[in-house]
């Protein structure tokens, strides 16, 4: 819950992030874009009633070097689903290299859970 300055409270979705190691990542999955390879992790991962309307989405990486990139979620189960994406893609053999409570804005939606399934925003 957030406050504005006119002491209204506002509800804030949740939002968890991850940066990821983009250059391994094409070494390791040559060809594959990043929206696709995000995708192809969210694949793994069942979507339950929990995370329905939760987004997925790539956010400006804190280092914007162009080497790393930022995963983000928002919305209900954010934080398991962090998790979640964090243990794929290291099993995927992509180091990811940095876990945050919060995250950026969207600068590119990735995915919406919808009625136990992953679809396009």
Known sequence: MM??????AVE????YSFVYDGLDASRLFPGIG????ILAMLAGIVPDEAFAGC??????????DGAT?????????ADRLQQGLVE??????????????????????????????????
């Open 3 to 8: 406050y504005t300055g006119a002491g209204k």
């Open 12 to 15: 804030m979705e949740e939002t």
């Open 34 to 37: 990043k929206k696709e390879l």
């Open 55 to 64: 987004l997925v989405y790539e956010g400006e990486a804190p280092q914007a």
């Open 69 to 77: 990139v930022c995963v983000a979620i928002r919305g209900p189960g």
């Open 88 to 121: 794929v893609f290291e099993r995927r053999g992509i180091p990811v290299l940095q876990v945050f409570e919060g995250g950026p804005e969207v600068r590119l939606a990735i995915a919406r859970a919808e009625g136990g399934r992953w679809k396009a925003p």
